[in-house]
């Protein structure tokens, strides 16, 4: 049985632009606990409300499910997506999809080029928790013996690595760019291990 949540999620996926009251009926509970769900689900970056006008008077708030809330339900992008890297693979040779990969990474680094130029080791790794959190991965990191230790316990890029394993590239680039140091591989999800774990030496951060 679907929670009440789910269901939220569900009635925007089949009804976007929906009223807290039209989402109490379909649901069938009261909009008070309509506008509790929707808070939780707008912290989560499911659910985003937005005002529109409806004719003389206030503009009314309707909620649309953002681009991570339609994420939640299953499409056909997986199959797309494998079925374009396989074609690029197919067509152009190695060194240029690996190059792909590699400038999407700097694409996402070049926007905080300027920030991380003063920041610590510590602020770094920070950063790069919250960018890679917002790719989807579930990241932390820790210092240990001697060195520092980032954990990816869950990956975006699974379903898609599998075939593809040359998308791990994307986030061992970011993460060794933004650190302006080289890192190491120890652990990968798609060897079977129970995440995927990056060594890096904490020696002073070098200017990009």
Same mark, same amino acid.
């Given at each position: 049985?679907?929670?009440?949540?789910?269901?939220?999620?569900?009635?925007?996926?089949?009804?976007?632009?929906?009223?807290?009251?039209? @989402?109490?009926?379909?649901?069938?509970?009261? &909009?008070?606990? =309509?506008?509790?769900? *929707?808070? /939780?689900?707008?912290? !989560?970056? #499911?659910?985003?409300?937005?005002?529109?006008?409806?004719?003389?008077?206030?503009?009314?708030?309707?909620?649309?499910?953002?681009?991570?809330?339609?994420?939640?339900?299953?499409?056909?992008?997986?199959?797309?997506?494998?079925?374009? @890297?396989?074609?690029?693979?197919?067509?152009? &040779?190695?060194? =240029?999809?690996?190059? *792909?990969? /590699?400038?999407?990474? !700097?694409? #996402?680094?070049?926007?905080?080029?300027?920030?991380?130029?003063?920041?610590?080791?510590?602020?770094?790794?920070?950063?790069?928790?919250?960018?890679?959190?917002?790719?989807?991965?579930?990241?932390?990191?820790?210092?240990?013996?001697?060195?520092?230790?980032?954990?990816?316990?869950?990956?975006?890029?699974?379903?898609?690595?599998?075939?593809?394993?040359?998308?791990?590239?994307?986030?061992?680039?970011?993460?060794?760019?933004?650190?302006?140091?080289?890192?190491?591989?120890?652990?990968?999800?798609?060897?079977?291990?129970?995440?995927?774990?990056?060594?890096?030496?904490?020696?002073?951060?070098?200017?990009?």
């Amino acid at each position: 049985m679907k929670s009440t949540r789910d269901k939220i999620l569900q009635t925007l996926l089949e009804k976007p632009r929906s009223t807290i009251n039209s @989402l109490a009926e379909a649901v069938g509970i009261n &909009p008070i606990s =309509v506008r509790h769900h *929707l808070t /939780n689900l707008q912290m !989560e970056g #499911l659910v985003e409300g937005q005002e529109e006008r409806h004719g003389v008077g206030r503009p009314r708030l309707v909620y649309i499910l953002t681009d991570e809330g339609m994420e939640r339900f299953p499409t056909r992008y997986m199959q797309l997506t494998t079925r374009l @890297l396989s074609q690029m693979k197919d067509t152009m &040779p190695g060194p =240029v999809v690996a190059n *792909l990969f /590699n400038q999407i990474a !700097e694409d #996402l680094v070049s926007k905080y080029a300027n920030d991380v130029e003063s920041m610590s080791m510590e602020e770094r790794l920070n950063l790069v928790k919250e960018i890679l959190s917002h790719e989807g991965f579930n990241v932390n990191w820790e210092k240990k013996d001697g060195q520092y230790q980032i954990n990816e316990v869950s990956c975006p890029y699974y379903q898609i690595g599998m075939a593809h394993p040359e998308v791990c590239s994307v986030d061992q680039t970011l993460i060794s760019k933004m650190l302006a140091l080289p890192v190491s591989k120890v652990q990968c999800i798609l060897s079977g291990d129970a995440q995927c774990t990056y060594l890096v030496q904490p020696e002073k951060i070098k200017k990009q």
